[in-house]
């Protein structure tokens, strides 16, 4: 297995446009999150799902962003009408229980002009 | 709600320095701590591992040890090397199995 991946490595895209992020996980992992990363701060958690559910959102999750993880295998992350504001390293992470360690992908730097 | 904070912030050593980088959290009921290595531009890459019934674990040069009572973990880096520069993380996981992170300790070894 060569580890988690995500495509594209880098996106830029105008303000409004609508932008959608693949992430792969380790194949065996059930568990895979979504992280937000901005200059200078820890990983801030988005969304994380148990094979195809979605278990939790958080609060910074706005109506503009959905996730699905339709066969518990990969996921997307869209996020919709873009805004400057969510320019950011856009980090996902695969685990498995028991020990939830968590394993990263090289992130999607998205920036939104 | 889980805070955790990293100390210090920053940190440049001349090369072949042992060195000790600090995470606290505020709640103590943790499932784990892992401490994470990321370069400028990438993602994380996880260094260690310990779980709420572990004390320490060790690779190479590296040790991290877990005080779950006063909320507080440690990373030791052994006879540092310019290679080990990056910014440093540790996250700790409670019983939701979401971690929280802290912004990190920016490292930075010279020849």
């Known amino acids: 297995d060569t580890g988690v991946s995500q495509d594209p490595r880098h996106k830029i895209t105008k303000r409004g446009q609508n932008v959608t992020f693949r992430c792969d996980p380790i194949?065996?992992?059930?568990?895979l999150y979504w992280y937000r990363q901005t200059l200078g701060q820890g990983p801030e958690f988005l969304t994380y799902?148990?094979?195809?559910?979605?278990?939790?959102k958080s609060r910074l999750l706005s109506d503009r962003f959905s996730a699905e993880r339709p066969k518990g295998s990969f996921s997307t992350l869209e996020i919709q009408r873009t805004e400057q504001g969510d320019s950011a390293m856009y980090l996902c992470?695969?685990?498995?229980?028991?020990?939830?360690?968590?394993?990263f992908g090289p992130g999607t730097r998205l920036t939104v002009t | 709600k889980q805070e955790v904070t990293q100390i210090p912030a920053a940190l440049s050593v001349p090369e072949g320095e042992n060195l000790v980088l600090n995470c606290s959290f505020t709640?103590?009921?943790?499932?784990?701590l892992q401490w994470f290595r990321q370069d400028p531009g990438k993602g994380l890459t996880s260094l260690l591992l310990?779980?709420?019934?572990?004390r320490e674990q060790t690779s190479g040069r590296l040790n991290a040890s877990l005080d779950k009572s006063s909320g507080r973990s440690t990373l030791y880096i052994a006879a540092s090397q310019p290679g080990d520069s990056a910014t440093y993380l540790c996250?700790?996981?409670?019983?939701?199995?979401?971690?929280?992170f802290g912004r990190g300790t920016s490292l930075i070894v010279h020849p």
């Open positions: 709640d103590s009921a943790i499932y784990n």
């Open positions: 310990i779980q709420s019934s572990q």
């Open positions: 194949s065996e992992h059930n568990r």
């Open positions: 799902f148990q094979n195809e559910a979605q278990l939790e």
């Open positions: 996250a700790v996981t409670g019983g939701s199995y979401i971690p929280t």
């Open positions: 992470a695969s685990s498995l229980a028991p020990s939830y360690e968590q394993y």
